[in-house]
Nanobody, 126 residues
Framework: QVQLVESGGGLVQAGGSLRVSCEASGRTASYFTMGWFRQAPGKEGEFVAAIRWRGSSLYVADSVKGRFTISRDVAKNTVYLQMNSLKPEDTAVYYC???????????????????WGQGAQVTVSS
């Protein structure tokens, strides 16, 4: 079992920055992939970024590349999503997720992720 708890998020003006965090408890392993997804009202969920629990492999969606950065602190069992140059279209609930299947690649589909956090609201005003 893996438990994920997000924190951070909030309200920010366009052009501002926010960071959301995801603390994992329970099982963690080097082959886990930790991902961030988001869902805006009335829209389908969207992959944002993912990173291996160990090693340097990560992947960031084109829609946020250059603005968002994913990182992790293994000692704190925490994954971060640093969001800069935020736009109103970044407004969404951001979910942390864990893929524990040990895939050889970083998955970007939500169905590859077995565990999910409760979500953190990010609102960007224009």
């Amino acid at each position: 079992q893996v438990q994920l708890v997000e924190s951070g998020g909030g309200l920010v003006q366009a052009g501002g920055s926010l960071r959301v965090s995801c603390e994992a408890s329970g099982r963690t392993a080097s082959y886990f992939t930790m991902g961030w997804f988001r869902q805006a009202p009335g829209k389908e969920g969207e992959f944002v970024a993912a990173i291996r629990w160990r090693g340097s492999s990560l992947y960031v969606a084109d829609s946020v590349k250059g603005r968002f950065t994913i990182s992790r602190d293994v000692a704190k069992n925490t994954v971060y999503l640093q969001m800069n140059s935020l736009k109103p279209e970044d407004t969404a609930v951001y979910y942390c997720a864990a893929d524990i299947s040990g895939l050889s690649y970083i998955a970007t589909r939500h169905y590859n992720y077995e565990y999910w956090g409760q979500g953190a609201q990010v609102t960007v005003s224009s």
